[in-house]
């Protein structure tokens, strides 16, 4: 008896306490590949710009190249790089129009870059230009769930 319950707790738990995955799947087994930036120690907080995402809530995206991240839409000179593949996003922002062959994109989504430059920190803006699923000014998840704008 004992050693069902302690079973059925412990599955509670899990499910309890999954991170979520892509399109709020709880359980949903998402790696998000191998260049995910995690900071390791306060001294590796960015300086300047985004630091807390507005929601918990991750919106997962595909990006098709690797995009350059910056601590405010478009502006100031990158802070570090997102990779090509799956990552998760928090939120939006219209921007400056970022432009490639015939597509463009205004929206910037806010999300922790992979790999961070001298002096940034990983928490940036990547245009939304790069998304795989979608057209021109469109910032959606994988699941086509319109990602929310950030607050002011």
């Known amino acids: 008896m004992l050693t069902a319950w302690t079973v059925a707790v412990g599955v ?35 300086a300047a710009g985004p630091s807390e995402p507005p929601t918990q809530r991750r919106y997962w995206v595909d990006t098709f190249t690797d ?21 998760y ?18 929206w910037w989504l806010l999300t922790d ?3 961070v430059y001298s002096g940034g920190g990983p928490r940036a803006y990547v245009p939304a230009l790069y998304l795989t699923h979608w057209g021109d000014d469109e910032a959606k998840d994988n699941d086509g769930v319109e990602i929310p704008t950030c607050p002011s």
Do not use: I, M, Y
Request: proline share 13%.
């Open 12 to 46: 509670a738990a899990v499910l309890v306490l999954w991170p979520e995955g892509p399109g709020g799947n709880a359980g949903g087994v998402v790696t998000p590949g191998p260049h995910v930036a995690v900071p390791t120690s306060a001294s590796q907080a960015p």
């Open 67 to 87: 995009a350059e991240g910056h601590r405010e839409p478009g502006a100031g000179p990158p802070v570090g790089v997102l990779r090509a593949g799956t990552h």
């Open 89 to 106: 996003v928090f939120c939006k922002v219209w921007g400056p129009r970022r432009s490639r062959g015939d597509a463009h994109n205004h």
């Open 113 to 115: 870059l992979d790999e």
